[in-house]
């Protein structure tokens, strides 16, 4: 595996974390992509976080960072055979950039698309191969969160799937697969059906956003970082859970739009961190300490296969 290069298409923050985590796997990567000082800066800050948290050492990055280049040419991914594109969530913009890789990378065995959001057919319409196009969905940021979403289309060729699950799983990322296509695709939908019914509690009166968070982090948050949902309700009986899920069910959120405390707050201008106030107000939160503790739950599955 360390033997093989992969390219990238995008300089973004997606893009520039999945060079951190490759190359931090021994991994010769090459990011297509304008400015390059400016990915390598993000590659270099990112790094700069790893030695600071004591994943990495200095010689180590130095190594990694041997194994990167950037190019604003298509003909330089020629050697490839995996492509991780990560534009804007544009199709003309990934059609564009797919008839570029089919046209310059005669070893392609897979194109994945670090999309949250496009289906994998829609993809598909852009390239030649549709064989070898699937959605590979990380969480930022990748070369922290283990999690990567792996969906394929109607036309995926399974080579091409087990080419990239290898590889990822080669670099310590959890693949969760999907069978089949679906909006949102696995952690969004259970993410924001959690949020939905967040937001409702907070609507009735029930509870203030403060004590959501707070019960979600002190009950069962932490168990799910050691056990899965199905093994816990496995564990503790489907009868019992049936018997709650009869009297609960009737009484949960079904709204299919955006809920009015979400909605009042969109009209003001209110959208959170990057407005100041959100739901809650962002201005004097000490945000270096909201990012430690962002990261800090993933970084005991640190397992990177680092060059010397």
Known sequence: MSERSVGIIGKGMIGISMAVLFTGNGISTIVLAKDADVGLEKYRT?????????????????????????????????????????VTEKLEVKYEVYRQIEAN???????????SALCP??????????????????YNPPHIVPCVELVKNEFTDPAALEAVSALLEYCGREVCRMNKPAPGFIANRLQHALYRE?????????????????????????????????DHFDYAGL????????????????????????????????????????VYDWRQRNMDDFRQRVTAPYLKTFNWKLPK
Request: hydrophobic fraction near 35%.
């Open 121 to 138: 057919a829609d993809l598909a319409a852009g390239v030649q191969e549709k064989k070898k196009i699937m959605v590979a969905h990380p």
């Open 198 to 230: 967040a937001v409702y509690m907070v609507e009735q009166g029930i509870c203030s956003p403060e004590d959501v968070d707070k019960c979600i982090k002190s009950s069962w948050g932490p168990r799910y970082t050691s056990i899965g949902l199905f």
């Open 46 to 86: 990112y790094y700069r976080d790893l030695i600071r948290q004591g994943l990495v050492t200095e010689s180590q990055a130095a190594a990694c960072e041997k194994l990167l280049s950037f190019t604003e040419n298509y003909t330089d991914l020629a050697g490839v055979e995996i492509v991780f594109e990560c």
């Open 239 to 278: 009868d019992l859970i049936a018997n709650i899920e009869r009297y609960l069910y009737p009484d949960l959120c079904n709204d299919t739009t955006v809920q009015p405390m979400i909605q009042e707050r969109l009209n003001r201008g209110d959208l959170g961190y990057k407005t100041g106030v959100g």
């Open 105 to 115: 990378c005669p070893k392609l065995k897979a194109i994945a698309s670090t999309t």
